[in-house]
């Protein structure tokens, strides 16, 4: 055992010595940084447009409400149905809603199925979009329910019903702000704190640690050339057996897990960690999944040529399948076995 932690220090030492090995772990964390920053959720325009030519009553309030709040989802108000649909066409917008006059006189008369004109693009964030809206209009609603009853029945006869709705109408929004009663608000924030280059619309996924994941194979497959290229030279020639086998496998993990230190400082310094524990286990766990994917490659294709075919195919299959730029699982769940033939799919569960 002693021999073979030899033989990874001096491959180590040996990939140090070259300065493109160098320059590219150098160049890692400064890539990291930049990508976090050009793919934050401030450069992310999910907007949802939203039209109503109601001024007063729970349209008016639900837009109002919806346009001001600061979330994931960036509502903006249209001045015409005619630009709610112009906006969501020409990809601006990912859905709009179009929300009628005099909302509430539809709703009590039962009238709730397609009294708000809702149109979709081509993007899977409508159904969250659906139930923010919703909820916004279903709070007002409900407020004019309260209303409606006490007009209805006739109670506080004995007071201005402009004053008895107005008390009621602060004691509900105080009740509903300290959690004595229960509403519906949608925020992702921890995970916007965290990693906000994976908020990117439709299936755009585009992650700083999915990319460092595929730089990770990639130097596996570097090491897997590498060990093909000492084999000619016959540098194991007074090896054999076990020990043979953990001299090769060194050449593959030496720059498997320098590389794999250097992305772990890239995702740290580009402030893309969670827990550090986790982290460690995870990149220690695929640094072990990549290094003997790579070497039992080595074992099937005796000859250098036939592998270093195939690695272009590895890596364009990784980018394409694995999700790293687009997760092919969000269009037939059945691509989530083919995902899992690629190393990177299983780092990357770590964490979806």
């Known amino acids: 055992m002693k021999q073979t932690f030899l033989y990874f220090f001096l491959f180590c030492k040996r990939l140090l010595k070259k300065p493109v090995f160098v320059i590219l772990l150098l160049l890692l964390p400064i890539m990291s940084i930049f990508l976090k920053k050009a793919f934050t959720i401030q450069n992310v325009h999910i907007r949802t447009a939203l039209y109503t030519p109601d001024k007063v009553g729970i349209s008016a ?26 906006m969501v066409a020409s990809g601006e917008c990912v859905c709009g809603y179009i929300l009628p006059e005099s909302l509430e ?36 609603y409900a407020l004019h329910i309260l209303d409606k009853y006490i007009d209805d029945t006739g109670l506080f006869k004995k007071y201005s019903s402009k004053e008895i709705k107005n008390e009621l109408s602060d004691l509900y929004n105080k009740y ?22 994976v908020l990117l619309p439709g299936f755009l996924i585009l992650s700083v640690r999915g990319l460092l994941s595929v730089i990770i194979f990639i130097s596996g497959f570097a090491g897997a050339v590498q060990l093909y290229r000492d084999r000619n030279n016959c540098i194991f020639r007074t090896l054999s057996g076990i020990r043979l086998r953990l001299a090769e496998f060194m050449v593959i993990l030496s720059p498997v897990t320098i590389m794999g230190v250097s992305c772990l400082i890239s995702l740290a310094v580009s402030g893309s960690t969670g827990n550090i524990f986790r982290e460690i286990y995870s990149i220690v766990f695929y640094i072990f999944c990549v290094t003997m994917f790579c070497y039992i490659l080595c074992i099937i294709f005796k000859n250098e040529v036939s592998l270093c075919a195939l690695i ?41």
């Not at 709040?69 to 015409?80: A, K």
């Open 105 to 140: 006189e539809k709703f009590d008369l039962n009238l709730f199925r397609n009294s708000i004109d809702v149109l979709t693009g081509s993007y899977s964030v409508s159904p969250l979009t659906d139930e923010m809206v919703f909820s916004a209009v279903y709070k007002y």
């Open 61 to 86: 309030n639900a837009v109002e409400m919806l346009i001001n709040q600061n979330d994931i989802i960036e509502f903006v108000e249209c001045e015409s149905p005619d630009e709610v649909r112009t």
């Open 176 to 197: 509903m702000i300290d959690g004595s009663t229960f509403s519906f608000n949608y925020h992702n924030e921890n995970a916007i704190s965290k990693d906000s280059s």
């Open 312 to 352: 272009p195919v590895f890596i364009m299959a990784s980018l394409i399948i694995c999700p790293i730029f687009i997760d092919i699982t969000e269009f037939n769940g059945k691509f989530g076995i083919l995902q899992q033939i690629f190393p990177p799919t299983w780092y990357l569960n770590f964490f979806n």
